[in-house]
C-alpha cells in the first residue's frame, strides 16, 4: 500500500514532503555507504507534527525511520520503504542556563553549533564525535557518540540529564531530570542513549554543561615498540594525570599519512602518540613536563611538545590527516570501532597484523589509545570479490579476538544494520531477546525504524552496498 502522502503533507505542509526519485535518493545513503531507498521524506518543524505523523503510521501500519544529518557509520538510518523523518527543522537551542550548568535543545541542533553556544557562556560540552560539524545532537543521543576526549570527559551518555520524545506509538513522553540527581523510577534516559532511533524519536534533549578549561598542551611521543607506547600510557594515567585526548597511530597508519603528506613523521616508529592536557594554566606545564618523562623513561625515541597555536595545529596535521592519507591505499575500506581495555592494545594490533596476513589485507589502526577505541580500517576495493570475501572474513574474526579481549565490538558507530548479524556475539541469546522484549513493549507494530539491531541476514547486508 502507498504511504497516505495527502495525510501526511496536511501535518507537514507541501514543501516539507519529497517524493521525487531524485530526492528520495538523497536521502538513501549514509557514511556506511549502504543505499535503502524510501517512498517520502518529511520534515517536520515540531514535536506535535512528529507525533502525528507516528500517530498516522501506527494507523496505516508503515514504517518510520528518524534522521538527522546521516553521518552514521552503520545505515542505523536508513530506510526499506516507508517515510524518513528528517529532523534538521527543529534546530533551536531552547536554554542555557549558564548558574546550574543545563541546556535544553532540539534534536536537530549540530553539535559544533551548540558547543560554540555554550563556550560563549565559558560553558564546555565535552563529546566531541570529528563529525561535529556536521552531525546533529539527536544523533549523537541516538548514537551515543563520543570522540578523542572520552579519556577525561566521557561521552554522550555522561551529559544527558533528560528527553522529551515520541514513542513508536506517537505518545509524548519526558524523561530524566533537569537536576543531576534524580532515581525516579526506570533510567529511560539512559536506555535511549544508543537506542539508534528504534525507540522513539528525541524532540528535546536536556543536558549538562561543565566549565570551559583555561587552557591546553600539546605532546608527541615516538615509539620503536607498541608496548612501551602503550605502558606509557597506562603510567600517564597511574601519576594522576588523566589528559583530555590520547591518540595513537600504528605503523601503516604513519606510513600512509607519510606518503600523502611527506613531513618527516617516523615511518620505522611502531607508534606515534598525541597526548593532551587540559585545565588550570598554571598546572600544565608542569605536567606536560612529568607526561614527557614518563613517555621517555618507557622508551619514547621522540617527544615533542607544541608551545603555540600554530605548533600544537603542526601536531595534530599527521592525525587529520588519516582519512585522506587511507583513500590512497585502497577506494573503499571497512572502519571498525573496536574497543579494548587499553593495557591489550598491543594484543589487539599484533592480532590484527596477523589478520592482515592471512587474509592478504591491508589493516590500518589508530584510534583513542586511552580508552582502549581503536579504529580498525580493512582497505578493500569492494568491486574486486575475492578482496571483499576476504575482508568479510577478517571481520568476523577480528570481533571474535576482540571479545576474547574483554572488549566490545562497537565504541562508537553502533549496530544499525552493518553490525545487526554480529550484536549476538557480544550480548548473547539470552541477551538479545531481552532487548527484543523491549522493543516489542514500546513498539508492539514495528513502526520505529525496523531492520536494524535485530536482523541476523548477511546476505541482505552484503548486497546493499554501492
Ligand atoms: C567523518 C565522520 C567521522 C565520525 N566520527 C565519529 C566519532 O568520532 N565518534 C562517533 O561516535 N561517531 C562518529 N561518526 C559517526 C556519526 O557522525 C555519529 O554516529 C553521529 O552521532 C550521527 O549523527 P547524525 O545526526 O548524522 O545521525 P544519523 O546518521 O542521521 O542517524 C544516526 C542514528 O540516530 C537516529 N536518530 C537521529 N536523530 C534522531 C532523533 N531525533 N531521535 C531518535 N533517533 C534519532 C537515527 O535513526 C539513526 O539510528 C563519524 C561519522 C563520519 C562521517
Redesign the pocket.
Known amino acids: 500500500m502507498p504511504l497516505p502522502f495527502s495525510q501526511i503533507k496536511s501535518i507537514v505542509g507541501d514543501d516539507n514532503l519529497l517524493r521525487s526519485p531524485e530526492e528520495l535518493h538523497c536521502y538513501s545513503f549514509?557514511?556506511s555507504k549502504m543505499r535503502f531507498v524510501a517512498e517520502g521524506v518529511a520534515f517536520p518543524a515540531d514535536g506535535a507534527q512528529i507525533s502525528a505523523l507516528v500517530r498516522l503510521a501506527n494507523e496505516h501500519r508503515f514504517p518510520v525511520?528518524?534522521?538527522?544529518?546521516?553521518?552514521?557509520?552503520v545505515g542505523?538510518?536508513l530506510p526499506q520503504g516507508g517515510l524518513v523523518i528528517v529532523?534538521n527543522r527543529?534546530n533551536r537551542i531552547l536554554e542555557i542556563d549558564a548558574d546550574n550548568m543545563t541546556a535544553v535543545l532540539e534534536?536537530?541542533v549540530i553539535t559544533g553549533d551548540f558547543q560554540k553556544a555554550v563556550a560563549k557562556h565559558g560553558l564546555f560540552y565535552p563529546p566531541?564525535?570529528?563529525?561535529l560539524a556536521?552531525?546533529?545532537m539527536?544523533?549523537?543521543?541516538?548514537?551515543?557518540?563520543?570522540?578523542?576526549k572520552a579519556v577525561k570527559y566521557g561521552?554522550t551518555r555522561d551529559y544527558l540529564l533528560g528527553l522529551e520524545?515520541v514513542l513508536p506509538t506517537g505518545e509524548v513522553i519526558r524523561t530524566g531530570t533537569r537536576t543531576m540527581k534524580g532515581v525516579v523510577g526506570y533510567d529511560m534516559t539512559r536506555l535511549m542513549a544508543g537506542?539508534?532511533?528504534?525507540l522513539?524519536?528525541?524532540?528535546k534533549i536536556v543536558v549538562r554543561l561543565i566549565p570551559a578549561p583555561e587552557s591546553v598542551r600539546t605532546l608527541t611521543a615516538v615509539f620503536s615498540n607498541l608496548d612501551c607506547a602503550v605502558t606509557a600510557i597506562c603510567e600517564i594515567l597511574r601519576d594522576r594525570i588523566i589528559p583530555s585526548t590520547i591518540e595513537l597511530m600504528d605503523q601503516p597508519t604513519i606510513c600512509a599519512v607519510e606518503n600523502h603528506l611527506r613531513i618527516g613523521l617516523p615511518v620505522e616508529a611502531e607508534a606515534l602518540v598525541l597526548i593532551e592536557v587540559d585545565g588550570p594554566e598554571v598546572v600544565l606545564d608542569g605536567q606536560l613536563a612529568r607526561i614527557e618523562r614518563i613517555c621517555q623513561k618507557a622508551g619514547a625515541s621522540r617527544t615533542e611538545a607544541a608551545r603555540s597555536d600554530e605548533e600544537r595545529n603542526r601536531l595534530w596535521q599527521a592525525r587529520r590527516s588519516i582519512?585522506p592519507a587511507l583513500g590512497q591505499i585502497r577506494p573503499g575500506k571497512i572502519n571498525e570501532?573496536v574497543t579494548v581495555p587499553r593495557t591489550k592494545i598491543p594484543d589487539l594490533i599484533r592480532s590484527i597484523r596477523s589478520l592482515a596476513e592471512k587474509y592478504d589485507l591491508t589493516i590500518v589502526c589508530f584510534g583513542h589509545a586511552g580508552d582502549g577505541n581503536i579504529h580498525t580500517n580493512i582497505m578493500l576495493d569492494r568491486k574486486d570479490e575475492s578482496e571483499r570475501l576476504r575482508a568479510g572474513k577478517a571481520v568476523e574474526e577480528l570481533f571474535g579476538i576482540v571479545l576474547e579481549l574483554g572488549g566490545t565490538i562497537s565504541g562508537?558507530?553502533?549496530v544499525?544494520i552493518a553490525k545487526s548479524p554480529f550484536i549476538e556475539m557480544e550480548v548473547g541469546g539470552a541477551g538479545l531477546d531481552a532487548m527484543r522484549k523491549i522493543k516489542r513493549a514500546l513498539d508492539p507494530l514495528n513502526i520505529m525504524?525496523p531492520g536494524?539491531m535485530f536482523v541476523s541476514d548477511r546476505t541482505f547486508l552484503e548486497g546493499s552496498f554501492v
Open positions: 549514509d557514511a525511520y528518524p534522521r538527522g544529518s546521516g553521518s552514521g557509520m542505523a538510518c529532523t527543529l534534536p536537530g566531541d564525535p570529528a563529525s556536521f552531525s546533529t539527536g544523533g549523537n543521543v541516538a548514537t551515543c557518540a563520543g570522540g578523542p561521552v520524545m537506542s539508534e532511533g528504534t522513539g524519536i528525541f524532540t582519512s570501532d562508537e558507530h553502533g544499525g525504524n536494524k
